[in-house]
Each structure stands twice: as structure tokens, then as C-alpha cells.
């Protein structure tokens, strides 16, 4: 099964908490693959300007959020950064 990189964002900025990061996967999950055995959250240093290897192009260390492009053209992201802040517990 080929992994897939849906968002990165910096450490520094994560204020959510572990749950609300779990649901904040499977809701993008929802929108997206719907592959739950395929979900996981890992926790990588990247330096900013560098790509980050994953299934569906891989992802971009950018020093801000970073969403895959399907996800962009949903118009999640000030969601997912109330998330990824700590201002909300899911993504809906």
C-alpha cells in the first residue's frame, strides 16, 4: 500500500492536541482516500525549502502549512489551521 503525504507544518506552531491531530487525519482521510489502515502521523524534521518523500508527490517543507493540492481545492485550510492551533477540536 503506497503511503500519501497530506499536510506538513511546523512543530513550533502545533498547538493541537493528540486526538484532535488523530481526527484532524481522518477527516482529511474522509475527503480524500478513505483508507483508514493507511493513516498515520509521523513527526519528521524537515528544513524549510526541502521536499518531504510520500506516496501522491510527496509533500513540501515550507516553514507554513503545507496541503496536498486536492485538499487545497476543498478550501480546508483556515479550518485545519484552527485545528493544527488548538482553536477548534475537528476539522468540521
Known amino acids: 500500500m503506497a503511503g500519501r503525504s497530506m499536510q506538513s507544518s511546523p512543530y513550533l506552531r ?3 492536541t493528540e486526538t484532535s491531530l488523530e481526527r484532524l487525519l481522518a477527516d482529511l482521510d474522509k475527503f480524500s482516500w478513505n483508507d483508514p489502515d493507511g493513516r498515520r502521523i509521523y513527526y ?3 528544513p524549510a525549502g526541502s ?3 510520500g506516496g501522491m508527490g510527496g509533500a513540501q ?3 507554513e502549512l503545507w496541503l496536498h493540492p486536492d485538499l487545497e481545492k476543498l478550501r ?3 479550518n485545519v489551521l484552527a485545528v493544527l ?3 477548534r477540536a475537528t476539522l468540521r
Do not use: D
Request: cysteine-free; hydrophobic content about 45%.
Open 14 to 16: 502545533l498547538l493541537a
Open 44 to 46: 519528521e524534521r524537515w
Open 61 to 63: 517543507s515550507t516553514g
Open 76 to 78: 480546508l485550510r483556515p
Open 85 to 87: 492551533a488548538g482553536e
Open 51 to 53: 521536499g518531504v518523500a
